[in-house]
Every structure is written in structure tokens, then in C-alpha cells.
């Protein structure tokens, strides 16, 4: 595809462009539970800034594997109130889930994904998979098809709690691929589909072309390093300074008591076995966002992905001035704001 083509394409395909908005550096890290009185830095149309949030562990199980969940939202849940239409985020290949959307540090603007959806009006929750986290660690390489099964056992925790059936989705990078292929195994559970710095076949991508490198050792191993160095190499492969130094550092300290290994079976599906979503099995409305400078995947990937998609229900989204990361960037309120427009839109009469 040509630029001038792709870019007919893009406009003919509408989708959202927004503009930048830098957000602040960070200094000591916490998570956002563990903080009094912070206040987001995205818009809050349905709760203030100061709406106290209410947090709780839960866990799922895989058989003998445990699998650590948390949840957040405005006002602990009442009995017999209407329920909050449910978010789940879902993490991806190196940094489990409380640090990738619970971190906060005061003082320097909003990183808590959680605590900016809590105050859209939203029950958002997340879970370590399996070799991550505080969830169980096992022989296994939690891969994508092990992702499935764990987020079929925290979709029965989910709406034993909540009593919604039908749950909306974000997964970024290789829990893009973990949501997408449990929409395509549980499609009566999802609401809407968000997936950021997703790949889908994995043609022309620089990323996972040096990640290729290492294919003989992830099929060997089932764990790889993930220490300090690997962590802060998310936020420089792509584009130095789309994201602060400082958020990087802060994401670290909360990460690697965790240990400083993390399991290959995801690198692995994404090095040696795409695709492993078929976008014509997936039912429900699907947000692809894309930073401009993710080398995760290429233009004509996505759009080969986007054009196979069979809902009419659908965006394709370039945020600017943002990489790997959606959440983390200097940017990330552009993400935000699409989703937020995404999660809300009109119903269909």
C-alpha cells in the first residue's frame, strides 16, 4: 500500500486523530489505592476528581493455579444498585498488572489507568496471569492460549461480583492478543474490544524482528530476564522522549519485587506463531490504537487487521507523540479520551 493509498484509506475509514498534552514527570512510586487525595488528570464527567475510590483483592483459579485480581470504582458496591458497566485491562508481556495500570506517584499527574476510568463511571478490573505478579508460578510459559483460560476464570469472578454478563476490554501489546482471542472463545462476555499496540500478523515489525533473535531460547525456556535495564528499554526502543525517564524508573521499583524473570510463552506467539487472532471471529465493536511511534506492528498490519473485521462498529486510531506504550507516555491522555469515547458511545436505534 502506498502512502497516498493508505492514506485515502485512513480518511475513508475515519479514524480519530487527537492532539497532544503533555503530562508531568513522575518521582517516588506508588500505587493508586495507597494514595489519599490524588487527582486525575483526565476530564471527569461522571464522578469529581476528589470521588473517593474504593479498592478489593480477589482471586480466580485455573485449577491449581491462583490467580490475583483487583478491583476499583467509585463508592464500594451496593446491594440492589444498579451496576457500573465493567472494564477489565489486561497486561502485557513484561510488567504485571497493579504497575502497569495502578501507578501513581504524588505530586506529578495521573498514571493510574484504574483511577481514571473508576471516575468515568466505570468498575475496572485487572489480574496477574499466571507467572506474574502475585499470581502462581508454575512449569508453564503462560502463553497466549493460557492467557485465554485465566481470564475465563477471572470473567466467573468478574460477574459473580458484578452481575454483568457482558464485560468491556483493554489489552495492551500481548494482552491485546490475550483479550482478543478470549473474544473469539467467550464473544457472549464482551462488550467492547480496545487493543493498543496490538499486532496481528507481525509483518515488517522491527520490534519483534530483533525480538526473533531470541526465538530458539523462548521455545527452551520458560522463563526470560526482566530486569531494571529490560524495563526501562520499553520506554527508549521506539522514540526517546515520548515518555518521561522518570516513569519508567517509578514502573521498575513497583515491578521487580516481583523478581527479575518473566515467562516466554507470550514473546514466543509473537515471534514464531502469528497470527493467533483471526479478526473475522471477533463479534463485538474492536478500538485499535496505535502510538505513532509503536514499532510493535506496522500501518498496513493493523489495517489488514481493521479491514477483516466483520462489525461496522469500529475505529482505527493513531494517537500522536505516543509509542509501546498507551498508558505510560507523556501522552496518555489521548488514549484516555478516545477510549472514554469508545466505552460510551450511542447505542445503535
Known sequence: MTNGS????????????????????????????????????ASTEDHGEDAAIWSHDYWAARGEIKLYMFRKRVGAPQ????????????????????????????????????????????????????????????????????????????????????????????????????AAAFAMAQPEHIGRLMLGAFTYTGKGSKTLKNRAKQVDFYRTHSLRLRDRKMILSIFTRDKPG??????????????????????????LDMTANLPVVDPLKIQSPVLLAHGQYDG????????????????PDRQLVTLPGLAHSLTMGKNRALFWHVAHEFLTMPQLT
Do not use: C
Not at 475513508?12 to 500505587?31: C, E
Not at 506517584?105 to 493510574?112: K, L
Not at 519508567?248 to 514473546?267: I, K, Q
Open 242 to 267: 515520548t515518555s518521561d525517564p522518570a516513569v519508567a524508573e517509578a514502573l521498575a521499583d513497583a515491578e521487580l519485587p516481583f523478581g527479575d524473570s518473566v515467562p516466554t510463552g507470550t514473546y
Open 79 to 178: 446491594k440492589d444498585a444498579k451496576p457500573l458497566p465493567v472494564l477489565f485491562l489486561v497486561h502485557g508481556s513484561s510488567v504485571s498488572s497493579r504497575p502497569s495500570f495502578d501507578l501513581t506517584v504524588p505530586g506529578h499527574g495521573e498514571y493510574s489507568t484504574m483511577d481514571v476510568f473508576a471516575r468515568y463511571g466505570f468498575d475496572v478490573w485487572t489480574m496477574d496471569f499466571e507467572g506474574y505478579g502475585r499470581s502462581s508460578k508454575s512449569k508453564g510459559n503462560s502463553n497466549v492460549a493460557d492467557g485465554v483460560e485465566d481470564l475465563k476464570g477471572a470473567v466467573e469472578v468478574v460477574t459473580r461480583e458484578t452481575g454483568q454478563q457482558r464485560l468491556h476490554f483493554y489489552g495492551e501489546s500481548s494482552g491485546g492478543l490475550r
Open 6 to 41: 493508505r492514506r485515502s484509506f485512513l480518511k475513508g475509514a475515519a479514524p480519530a486523530i487527537a492532539g497532544g498534552l503533555a503530562a508531568a514527570s513522575l518521582a517516588r512510586p506508588l500505587f493508586g489505592s495507597e494514595i489519599a487525595g490524588m487527582k486525575s488528570a
Open 296 to 311: 510493535i506492528a506496522t500501518e498496513e498490519d493493523l489495517v489488514d487487521f481493521y479491514q477483516k473485521l466483520p462489525t
